[in-house]
């Protein structure tokens, strides 16, 4: 037993796992302990869930973005999170919570410059419009406008570097797993420090690789444990590149509507937010399918 979580667990099929928060446990540590739990329970498969928030009377916005958040996993896996004793604090939080502000960790001078400047090409139309890779699997070629050459070194090709400064690279392989995520965040984590990368782009960095990954599992894999993830980074002085490579099924590139991220949150529309924030987090982002090679998204933050 966890000492701010109490567990139950239902003999099933399915099982149920229902959790309950002690009175007075602290949220942040409650926020910290549900991730985990979460994470434990998709990568076993299960995913129904009942959990009692009678003793949560004062919510943050990380509960509420974990709630929306893992509501859209289990239910994306067939399943679902039935919520008991929301108290009244709660209840105004999640009719209340603002997802722009949540998701986009920009400045009021940033998002006034994206409403300001009309972009010359609606397909390249500045960070809020998305490319969602995150739909059902199909294998297809890559959109002609997404076409950046052929691939060399491990998914870069020679635009992506300067040719005439040392270029440092570092892999690293784990079984597709959600629990195995952390490993791949905390490599790129690591690399991004030593390349001089700010901290507060590096925790977006950060979430964006979690995404990247989480996508590979859920959608290359369907969720199959028995496969391999593939992570490397490349850098120099000005660019620092991470590149995740899975041999599963390549995705459909499409642009898709604009999105309303609070009109998604409040009609329970999660779908898409991963690619928002992958969007937000870099400042390139390109998909390569490859049957043969596998294939590779590749993501380019500049560090200049």
């Known amino acids: ?18 959790i309950g928060v002690n009175k007075n446990a602290p949220v942040r540590e ?37 709630l929306i958040s893992a509501t859209y996993r289990s239910r994306h896996l067939k399943g ?7 108290s009244a604090p709660l209840r105004k939080k999640l009719t209340t919570f603002d997802a722009l502000s949540y998701l986009v960790e920009e400045t009021p001078t940033l998002v006034l410059q994206d409403q300001a400047l009309p972009p010359a090409n609606p397909e390249e139309e500045l960070p809020s419009t998305l490319v969602e890779i995150a739909e059902p699997p199909v294998v297809k070629a ?8 052929v691939l060399i070194n491990n998914g870069m090709n020679s635009n992506h570097l300067l040719e005439d400064e040392d ?38 960095i950060r979430i964006a690789v979690y995404e990247a990954c989480l996508n590979v599992i859920e959608h290359a894999y ?20 991470i ?10 590139l499409k642009p898709p509507p604009e999105l309303d991220l609070q009109e998604a949150v409040k009609e329970r529309r999660t779908g898409g937010f991963g690619i928002h924030i992958m969007r937000r987090s870099v400042d390139q982002l ?10 590779r998204l590749i993501m380019i933050k500049n560090l200049r």
């Open 1 to 18: 037993m966890s000492p701010l979580l109490q567990f139950q667990f239902s003999d099933g099929p399915p099982q149920v796992v229902r």
């Open 30 to 66: 409650v926020v910290l302990q549900l991730e985990s739990a979460f994470e434990q329970s998709f990568s076993r498969q299960i995913v129904h869930f009942v959990l009692d928030l009678g003793e949560v009377h004062s919510p943050s916005d990380e509960l509420v973005a974990l």
């Open 80 to 86: 679902d999170i039935h919520y008991e004793n929301v």
């Open 142 to 149: 890559l959109a002609d406008d997404m076409s950046c050459g």
């Open 167 to 204: 270029i440092r690279s570092y892999s690293t392989r784990v079984e597709s797993k959600v629990g195995k995520l952390y490993e791949l965040c905390d490599f790129v984590v690591h690399h991004a420090r030593l390349a001089g990368m700010k901290e507060k782009e590096i925790g977006k």
């Open 222 to 241: 369907h969720s199959n444990p028995e496969n391999w993830i593939d992570l490397s980074v490349h850098y120099t002085s000005e660019k620092f590149i």
């Open 243 to 252: 590149v995740v490579q899975d041999q599963g099924l390549s995705f459909e």
């Open 286 to 295: 390109e998909y390569h399918p490859d049957g043969v090679y596998g294939n």
